[in-house]
């Protein structure tokens, strides 16, 4: 457990810088898709080790769900970040399946069985509903296969920044403890472990509106000299 411990640290403290660099560079780039691969790597690592050692924790054991959302973003990211044709097969079906039956066992168990967290039923609430929109867009992608350039970068982008944010809101909010005390319950923490959502309101649009723009502007009627 010690071991496992050492190798969760450690990516995790790779994830930060990687994923950072990754979101700031320019896109498409060397160090984009080195950074990329590194924060990929790293988050996989986190979140199995995360999931072996969750159960196990003192004074209150910690589901593998969490853990199990980071891998399932990060590889449906990965994998739309490699298929450049756009294209969908197999592993984007059994992600959708995983999704939508995770999301029916989350509800079942809050609604049903009364399964709680220590913050609350709601938490499983917000999980479960995150849970089913991706396997919904995950079946979306699966029907309108092959994506177009921009709606595959979509999906590459909000999966791996959600991602970097289960990264950053663990470290910023949720590990407060092991920072120095005058830095607790700061805004700074908070800003820091949301920032990624900004980043993924700011790439999207540019994604999704930037081509549409542009193509308006081309559309526009040469003005005529006089």
């Known amino acids: 457990m010690n071991i496992l411990m050492a190798i969760h640290i450690g990516a995790g403290l790779l994830a930060l810088p990687a994923g ?26 986190l979140g199995i080790t995360a999931a072996i050692l969750g159960p196990f924790r003192e004074p209150e054991p910690l589901s593998p769900v969490a853990p199990l959302f980071v891998l399932y973003f990060v590889t449906t990211s990965w994998v739309a970040a490699r298929r450049r044709d756009g294209s969908t097969g197999r592993f984007e079906i059994l992600a959708c399946a995983a999704a939508l039956g995770t999301s029916a066992v989350m509800y079942w168990g809050v609604v049903m069985d009364g ?40 999906r590459h982008l909000w999966r791996m920044c ?5 990264a950053t809101g663990s470290f910023f909010i949720g590990q407060q403890d092991i920072l120095p005390a005058a830095w607790r319950g700061s805004p700074a923490l908070l800003l820091l472990g949301f920032a990624p959502f900004a980043v993924m309101a700011f790439w999207l649009a540019r994604v999704r509106l930037g081509k ?8 526009l009627p040469e003005r005529k000299l006089a």
């Open 115 to 154: 399964a709680t967290t220590p913050a609350g039923p709601g938490v499983i609430y917000v999980l479960a509903s995150v849970c089913l929109l991706a396997g919904l867009l995950d079946l979306n992608a699966i029907l309108r296969s092959p994506l177009t350039p921009a709606r595959r970068i979509a």
């Open 20 to 45: 950072t660099i990754a979101v700031a560079v320019r896109k498409g780039g060397r160090l984009h898709a080195r950074a990329g691969t590194a924060f990929f790597g790293s988050m996989v690592v």
């Open 212 to 219: 549409r723009l542009r193509a308006s502007l081309q559309a």
């Open 162 to 166: 959600f991602a970097f944010f289960i």
